[in-house]
Each structure stands twice: as structure tokens, then as C-alpha cells.
């Protein structure tokens, strides 16, 4: 099949996604909800309110919800918004800011600073927080609190997103007799919020954003009573980046454990409980990497301290791009044609410090502050991340769960399968190759070994189109014979190669030939199931297995598997400059339940990830608001605890129903190899494949 035959394919493809939409309901239940409601909201306005000691100006705010019945209702509410809680310095912890010095709380404040466009101005001083409660709550109510940390790969995001403001949830709260207030937060990025630093010197360490999210929780205990919350009454909820920190933020083994204290319950939504964080050397390293980076920006040696934000946010693009992660990810930066022991030896040092190579997907994710003592290396005891989190228990009730495909939202994952056909391309094209022939592994990694032809594939890859990404990402012409089983070792770590071995022996996950385009789609396909198999699913349910067994926290364990009607995955809107990796990633999910698809139905907020407005069908309607009145419940903690012995899970199924299911891995992901047929993830587990590379 030629590419642009494909290419066509590709397009009809995802044209009849979004046209089917997910939703199989031939009988009108993607009918449009009616744009205008039958009751109106109200003007917002200011008002002074008094907090404590002293008056707030906020603002007096109405939403229309349904109520339990389904009819729409106007309820009246409270936002303060943008109240700065702490302030920091660069590449400094932050420090608490007293509730006194806040007099407006009228508009959201800054973003953060990251590398893509944001609704609020970004700046440095960033770290502020957004509060909603029913209207005239008084400060003796003692009502529950909810914090949201937002995800965004620890590189993007904000508390004032469309998508996770708490309006309507809090209104749907007050309306049903069960009110409560939400909170939600902002923390450094990227660099600003994860950047190595010597532990000898500085023994809080450098990951200043989980710094950040403490001092937030630090805030809400010690003034949400004023506002009329119970600090002793706190739900801290995260998504993906947001419930890997809520893991790590449960974790006991901490110089400043906050579990039980600051927060009391905790919901983790999509947390990579498999990904394998960056340790102390590895940090170190990439701090290294980031400094030679700058120079060849900027021309100078100056401090990345000491750099303009436009001149730090280049550096971060630059670590953030496709190239460099791929690079970095599989060992093809090691590569250096005029020195090969020199690549020998980076290779070498590559395999003998990873454990895996996960953490350059995500290369602003905290670190592992702990380093053990060596030969001339004093012992580094850490001080907010002192152990990998899959390593630790949970210390408070918790919620954790998945999406069905999480997998093919795994930072950079689908970008990096599919740049194999763009290098063959041009490999081809540079090298007058006939059609029909495919270069080897090595030509590829040799090619890529010059910066010339490392420019030219930067160039290509910016002209690429969505519909050319599509062919790519979900058909592309893979490597015959070895892309599917490399991206697996690659993912994995080199080091690990009888983990690999071992998946490709169970007929679930076992290479298909390439060759033909239904090989290269099955091995596709088997690759996300994989990675939400190991990093996502397999983990979670491990871990809720572990407190069940133990009985001392009680956990419950979810699966979100609707599809809904509109596109909720798209991070770039039309007409906005978009980077390649993030139209990699939103192409990626067409007609998939990728990680934050959740998140309208939590929220009852019709908005995609880019924050536009989205129009959901009925059934997206009745599911958004049932499924946000659970969310924000005590009977979600009471009424779906996980128990070993029944596997029982709380289930959003494809058709909108929420239920709990027994026997769920066994009845729901029953594999095709033997040793998979009692459930996918009972197998792999038996066999000692989920999550075996932290017992190295």
C-alpha cells in the first residue's frame, strides 16, 4: 500500500471516529443537549467578605446545574480566586504567605511559566490558589474540602483551567443538600519546578513544584476553617502529573510527611504507578545536560539562574523536544560515529544506571532526593522524594484508578513510533533508495548521528499535518520486523531485556510481522495495552491488592471506560502554533480513552483539554452529572472499598453505566495465552512481570 493511500486511509479513519463519536446509540443518544437552558445564571459580581480578621473582595457567581431529577436549577456561589499562598525565588522551596496579606480575590492569577499558551498571563510568581463554596457558608459550616492538583506531565497545566474549575460541582454540592468546598492549585513546572541541586548543600533538594503543592496543603489547613472547611476533612485529588504527586505525597518515608495531617482521603486518577522516577545521579546528569544546552542557545556559560524566563523556557523546549527525548529515551544521543568507544562507553553507562530509561518521557518529574553512601560520596538522606512511590504504602482511604487507553498518553510514546517512518523517508529520499527497500537499524542510528540530518527531520516533522500524524501514529510504516520488539526493549531498558523476552513469549503480547500493514496495527495496538498494562492498570490494582491484604487503609480501585461523544483529548486549539509532540499525542487519541478523559465527567465541565468549550450528547450529560456527584462523595470511599479475595471494582462502562464489578480482571481482560486466561493482569503478576524492575 503506498503512503498515500494510507494517508487517505488514515483520514477516513478519523473522520468516521469522530463521527461515530464512541457512542453506539442509534436512537438519538447523541442528540446535541439544547445550547440555551431553561434557566439563566446571573451577572457575576464583587462583594466584600469578611474572613477572619479582615475583608476579602471576591466574587458572587451563579452556574446552572441539574439537580438529581434532571431539572436545571440556578445556585449562587463564592470564588476567590488567584490568592497568592506562598512565594518563592528561583530554584528556591517557597514559603508560606499569610492569609492577611490578601485583600482581592477577584481574578485567577498567573499561570505558571510553560511552553504552551495559557488563558492567564504566565509568570514567576505563580504559586496561587483558587477557592469555591455555597453562597453565605458561614465559617462555623466545618464543610469537607476538596484540592485538585492538575496534571500536565509536571511541564504544563493550571488550577484555573476551564476544565477543572469547581463551579459546577460545588453548586451541584449545595443544590443536593451535601455541600462542600474545592480548592485548586497551581505549582512550578518544568525546570523551575524539578532542578537538581547539590543535597549536600541544600537537603530539601531541588524538586521545588511537590515543595509547592505542601505549602498549598500547608495554606488550607491552616486557614480553610475560615472560609467555613474542616481542615481535619480534606480530600487532596490529582490527575495523571496531579495523582503522581498525590502518591508521592502520601509516602511516610519523607522529612516532612504531610499524609494524615494536611489531608486525610486522596484520589489518584491515572497515576503511573509503574514509571521508574529519575534518581539522584540521574538528575545530576540531566542538570548537566540542561547547562550544555543553554550554551548552545545563548553562547554563554551563564547560570540557568541567572537567565531571562524567554531564555529559560528555550532551554526547556529544547529538553522537551521530539528529538532530544527520543535521544535520550533510547541511546541514540550516545551515538557519536567519530568516537565509538565513547559511545561504547555511554551505552555502557547507560544500561549500568537505569534501571529503565522511563524518566526521560517525563524529564521534569520529581527525582529520587536519597543517595545511598558510595566510595568518596557521603550518604544524601533526601527530603520530599526519598524512595520510588511503587515502593511505599498508602497512609490515608484512597481512591486510585485508570482509563482504558492510558497508555497512548505516555508523554512522548506515540511520537517516538512515529518518527521510524518519517527517518526512513528521508534516509530514502537522501539516498536515492528504491522504494520497496528499508534501511537497517544501524543505517538509522548513524543517520541520526548528524546534526545536518537531525535539522532536516526537525523540519519535516514541523510540516507534518494532523492527517499525516494520524498515518503515522496509528498505521505508519514500521520498520518490518523490529520497531514493535526495539520500542518494547527501548521502553523497558535495554538492561532489562528478559522482562521483553518474556512478553513477547505470551501470544498477547508477541510480535506480529510488520510487513503487512495488519501486522504493524496488531503490534500497535498490543504496544498500548502493554504499557497500560504495566504502568497503569497492573500497578494500581497492586497496590490496592497490598492494602486490601493488609487491612489497615481502605482503598478503592476504578476503571473509566466510556467514550464519550466529543474529542476531550486535543491539548492545542485550530489555528494556534502547535509543537509536534503535542499533535503527536492529541492524534494519538482518537477514539481512545486517554488519561484526562475523565476529567469532564468529574468536573460536569462540557470542555476539552485545550479549554474549549465541547458539546456532549445526552448520555454524556446524564453520565457528567451522576458521575461528578460520586466523585465528590463520602460514599465513594464507602461504598466501592476493593477487596483481594471478590476483585471487585467500580466500573464506568462504555455505555455511561456505573457499577461495581466482581471478579473484574478475570471477566474483563481475560487473555488470549494460557497463562492469561484468568485475566490479563492476574497473569503477569503471577509471573512477576508488573513493575519487576524495582526489585533490581
Not at 22 to 41: F, I, L
Not at 333 to 353: E, N, P, R
Not at 414 to 426: G, K, M, N, R, V
Not at 570 to 576: D, I, L, R, W
Amino acid at each position: 500500500m503506498t503512503m498515500f493511500s494510507r494517508s487517505a486511509l488514515a483520514v477516513l479513519i478519523s473522520l468516521s471516529l469522530a463521527a461515530c463519536g464512541g457512542d453506539d446509540d442509534k436512537s438519538g443518544g447523541n442528540q446535541p443537549v439544547p445550547e440555551v437552558p431553561a434557566v439563566e445564571p446571573l451577572p457575576p459580581q464583587q462583594i466584600t467578605v469578611q474572613i477572619g480578621d479582615h475583608s476579602l473582595t471576591a466574587m458572587k457567581e451563579s452556574v446552572v446545574v441539574d439537580d438529581i431529577e434532571g431539572e436545571a436549577a440556578r445556585v449562587e456561589l463564592e470564588a476567590f480566586k488567584g490568592i497568592p499562598y506562598a512565594n518563592a525565588t528561583r530554584f528556591e522551596h517557597s514559603q508560606l504567605n499569610a492569609l492577611d496579606t490578601v485583600t482581592d480575590a477577584t481574578e485567577f492569577g498567573n499561570a505558571c511559566p510553560q511552553n504552551r499558551d495559557t488563558i492567564q498571563a504566565q509568570s514567576e510568581d505563580c504559586l496561587n490558589l483558587n477557592i469555591w463554596r455555597p453562597e453565605d457558608t458561614d465559617a462555623s459550616a466545618a464543610l469537607p474540602v476538596y484540592v485538585f492538583i492538575h496534571g500536565g506531565d509536571f511541564e504544563v497545566g493550571s488550577g484555573a483551567d476551564p476544565l477543572v474549575q469547581a463551579d459546577n460541582v460545588v453548586a451541584q454540592g449545595a443544590l443536593d443538600g451535601k455541600p462542600f468546598i474545592a480548592v485548586t492549585i497551581n505549582y512550578r513546572l518544568g525546570i523551575l519546578g524539578s532542578y537538581w541541586l547539590d543535597g549536600t548543600k541544600m537537603p530539601e533538594g531541588g524538586n521545588f513544584g511537590l515543595g509547592d503543592q505542601k505549602r498549598a496543603l500547608q495554606w488550607v489547613n491552616e486557614n480553610i476553617d475560615l472560609f467555613g472547611g474542616d481542615p481535619d476533612n480534606v480530600t487532596l485529588i490529582g490527575q495523571e502529573a496531579g495523582a503522581m504527586s498525590v502518591g508521592i505525597l502520601q509516602q511516610s518515608q519523607t522529612q516532612e510527611n504531610i499524609a494524615g495531617t494536611y489531608f486525610q482521603r486522596a484520589i489518584m486518577q491515572s497515576n503511573a504507578y509503574g514509571f521508574d522516577y529519575k534518581s539522584y545521579g540521574q538528575a545530576q546528569t540531566f542538570s548537566q545536560k540542561l547547562a550544555q544546552y543553554s550554551e548552545a542557545l545563548h553562547q554563554n556559560d551563564t547560570e540557568l539562574a541567572e537567565l531571562t524566563l524567554e531564555q529559560l523556557m528555550q532551554v526547556q523546549a529544547k529538553a522537551t523536544g521530539l528529538l532530544h527525548t527520543v535521544g535520550a529515551w533510547s541511546g541514540i544521543d550516545c551515538i557519536d560515529t567519530d568516537d565509538l568507544v565513547g559511545s561504547g562507553l555511554c551505552f555502557a553507562g547507560k544500561l549500568d544506571s537505569e534501571m529503565t530509561p522511563q524518566h526521560h518521557l517525563k524529564p521534569f518529574a520529581p527525582y529520587v532526593e536519597y543517595r545511598a553512601k558510595g566510595f568518596l560520596k557521603p550518604e544524601i538522606s533526601g527530603h520530599h522524594l526519598t524512595t520510588q512511590p511503587a515502593q511505599t504504602e498508602y497512609t490515608v482511604p484512597t481512591v486510585v484508578g485508570f482509563n482504558s487507553n492510558d497508555g497512548a498518553t505516555t508523554s512522548f510514546l506515540p511520537s517516538l513510533t512515529s518518527l521510524i517512518p518519517t527517518i526512513i523517508e528521508l534516509i530514502k529520499e537522501m539516498n536515492n533508495a528504491p522504494e520497496d527497500t528499508e534501511p537497517s537499524a544501524q543505517a538509522i542510528q548513524t543517520w541520526l548521528a548528524s546534526q545536518d540530518n537531525l535539522d532536516q527531520l526537525e523540519q519535516r516533522l514541523m510540516q507534518l499535518t494532523p492527517e499525516q500524524v494520524a498515518t503515522q501514529v496509528e498505521l505508519g510504516d514500521i520498520l518490518p520486523g523490529s520497531a514493535y520488539e526495539a520500542i518494547v526493549k527501548f521502553f523497558f531498558g535495554l538492561g532489562n531485556g528478559e522482562l521483553a523476552n518474556q512478553l513477547f513469549a505470551l501470544t498477547d503480547y508477541a510480535p506480529n510481522n510488520e510487513s503487512q500493514l495488519s501486522g504493524a496495527v496488531a503490534n500497535m495496538a498490543q504496544f498500548g495495552q502493554l504499557t497500560n498494562d504495566l504502568l497503569f492498570s497492573g500497578p494500581a490494582r497492586i497496590k490496592a491488592k497490598q492494602s486490601s491484604d493488609k487491612g489497615q487503609v481502605a482503598t478503592s480501585l476504578y476503571q473509566f471506560d466510556y467514550k464519550p461523544s466529543f474529542n476531550s483529548w486535543t491539548v492545542y486549539n485550530e489555528g494556534e502554533a502547535i509543537h509536534p509532540g503535542d499533535m503527536f499525542r492529541s492524534t494519538s487519541c482518537l477514539g481512545k480513552i486517554c488519561t484526562g478523559a475523565e476529567l469532564p465527567f468529574i468536573f460536569n465541565k462540557p470542555y476539552n483539554l485545550a479549554g474549549s468549550q465541547v458539546k456532549p450528547s445526552v448520555k454524556d450529560t446524564l453520565l457528567m452529572n451522576k458521575m461528578s456527584r460520586i466523585w465528590f462523595s463520602d460514599e465513594l470511599f464507602a461504598d466501592y472499598q476493593y477487596d483481594t479475595a471478590t476483585d471487585n471494582v467500580l466500573s464506568i462502562n462504555k455505555d455511561g453505566e456505573i457499577s461495581t464489578i466482581t471478579d473484574w480482571d478475570a471477566q474483563q481482560n481475560v487473555g488470549v495465552d494460557p497463562e492469561l486466561r484468568k485475566g490479563r493482569l492476574t497473569g503477569l503478576e503471577q509471573l512477576g512481570l508488573i513493575m519487576s524492575y524495582f526489585d533490581k
